[in-house]
C-alpha cells in the first residue's frame, strides 16, 4: 500500500478501548506508531463525519471510522534559497518579518520550494538549530498564502518552546485589519463561535454546534464605503482571542461580512453595483498588522505594527472615492 493519499479505517469489537496511534499503525501496517502520531498531531486524521482528532491517546470506539490523509514525502531539509525578506527585528533568538501576500510558509504538494521556509534557511544561515541537528527555522504560528503581515520565527530550539507556549496559551496580542463585504452589526463585538473542518470539505473551517474548538475574535468598525445605511464594503479591525485556522475569514463570514477577494469563504457583493477593482481583487484582502508579545529572553514585552501592502492600500484609496 502506498503511504500517501486518504485511507479509511473502519474499527471492529476486537480494537475496542485501544489508543488510537497504536489501533491505527496496527491497521496500517506501513505506517509506524510514531510517524501515526505525528499525522494526528498534525491534523490529518478524522472521524468519517468530519471532527479532526488531535490526541494519539483517544480511546478507539467499536464502529469508529477513521479517515487518514497522507501527504506526499517531503524532502528531510528544505533548500536554502536567497529570497527578498522585510526583516522588522532579529537578534540571536528570534526574527520578525513582514510576509508579503502570495508567500507559501512552508514546502508542500504544489509548493515543494521558493516559501519562507526556503528564505529563512538563505538568510539565517547556521545560526539556525533544529531537533535531531537539522538545520531549520522554527516556525510557530502560520499566516495563509495570501495573507500577509506580521510573523515571528524562531531561531534556536529554546525560543521555539518558549514560543510556542505563548501562542498555545494565546498570551500574546494579534490584530488583524481586513475589508469586507457590508459592514458589520454591532459597529463593535464579539464573535464567539467554535471553528473545526467542514463536515463534507476537510479542507475547509466551519463554525461547529458541536465537535469544534473554542474560538474568540473581538472585532470594530474602522470605515463603511458606500451610502451609510448600505455600505459596499468596510475596513475592520480584528484581535484573536484564539489562533484557530481561518479564524477571521470563517468568523467575519459567521457574521455576514466575508472578507473581500476570500475564494473559500467569500462571496459576491450583496450591495448591488460594486468598483471592478473589489469585485476582481485577486486574494483575501486581509493583512495581520500588529504583533506584541514577552520575548524569551529578555522578559520585555515587543510589540510589531505593519502598513497594509501596496495592493490593499490601492483597493482601499479606490474605495474612498466611493459615494
Known amino acids: 500500500m502506498s503511504d500517501a493519499g486518504r485511507h479509511t479505517v473502519t474499527f471492529d469489537e476486537s480494537a475496542a478501548g485501544e489508543r488510537l496511534d497504536r489501533a491505527l499503525a496496527a491497521a496500517l501496517p506501513s505506517l509506524t506508531r510514531s510517524r501515526v502520531k505525528a499525522l494526528i498531531e498534525g491534523r490529518c486524521v478524522a472521524l468519517a463525519g468530519g471532527q479532526t482528532i488531535e490526541e494519539p491517546s483517544r480511546k478507539v470506539k467499536t464502529g469508529d471510522v477513521v479517515i487518514v490523509d497522507i501527504p506526499e514525502a517531503e524532502p528531510a531539509v528544505p533548500l536554502a534559497q536567497d529570497m527578498a525578506l522585510e526583516v522588522l527585528f532579529e537578534d540571536a533568538d528570534l526574527l520578525v518579518l513582514n510576509k508579503p501576500a502570495g508567500m507559501v510558509v512552508h514546502p508542500a504538494p504544489g509548493n515543494p520550494d521558493r516559501t519562507l521556509v526556503n528564505a529563512l534557511l538563505a538568510h539565517c544561515g547556521d545560526s539556525l538549530s533544529g531537533i535531531g541537528g537539522v538545520r531549520r527555522p522554527g516556525i510557530v504560528h502560520?499566516?495563509?498564502?495570501?495573507?500577509?503581515?506580521?510573523?515571528?520565527v524562531a531561531k534556536n530550539d529554546r525560543t521555539h518552546h518558549a514560543l510556542s507556549k505563548l501562542f498555545a496559551a494565546h498570551d500574546l496580542e494579534r490584530i488583524y485589519t481586513a475589508l469586507v463585504w457590508g459592514a458589520p452589526k454591532p459597529e463593535r463585538g464579539t464573535i464567539e463561535a467554535a471553528l473545526g473542518r467542514h463536515p463534507v470539505d476537510r479542507k475547509r473551517m466551519a463554525v461547529r454546534k458541536s465537535?469544534?474548538?473554542?474560538?474568540?475574535?473581538?472585532?470594530?468598525l474602522e470605515k463603511r464605503f458606500g451610502q451609510p445605511l448600505a455600505p459596499i464594503a468596510s475596513l475592520v479591525g480584528a484581535r484573536l482571542g484564539t489562533g484557530r485556522t481561518h479564524q477571521v475569514r470563517v468568523h467575519m463570514a459567521h457574521i455576514g461580512c466575508p472578507v473581500v477577494g476570500d475564494p473559500v469563504y467569500g462571496r459576491k457583493s450583496r450591495n448591488g453595483p460594486a468598483p471592478e477593482a473589489l469585485?476582481?481583487?485577486?486574494?483575501?484582502?486581509?493583512?495581520?498588522?500588529?504583533?506584541?508579545?514577552?520575548?524569551?529572553?529578555?522578559?520585555?514585552?515587543?510589540?510589531?505594527?505593519?502598513?497594509?501592502?501596496?495592493?490593499?492600500?490601492?483597493?482601499?484609496?479606490?474605495?474612498n472615492g466611493v459615494k
Open 211 to 220: 465537535g469544534g474548538k473554542a474560538a474568540h475574535t473581538e472585532y470594530w
Open 142 to 152: 502560520r499566516l495563509d498564502k495570501d495573507t500577509s503581515g506580521v510573523m515571528v
Open 279 to 319: 469585485k476582481l481583487f485577486p486574494r483575501q484582502a486581509l493583512h495581520a498588522s500588529v504583533l506584541a508579545f514577552e520575548h524569551p529572553t529578555t522578559g520585555k514585552v515587543v510589540r510589531f505594527a505593519t502598513e497594509l501592502p501596496q495592493d490593499f492600500r490601492k483597493l482601499v484609496g479606490t474605495l
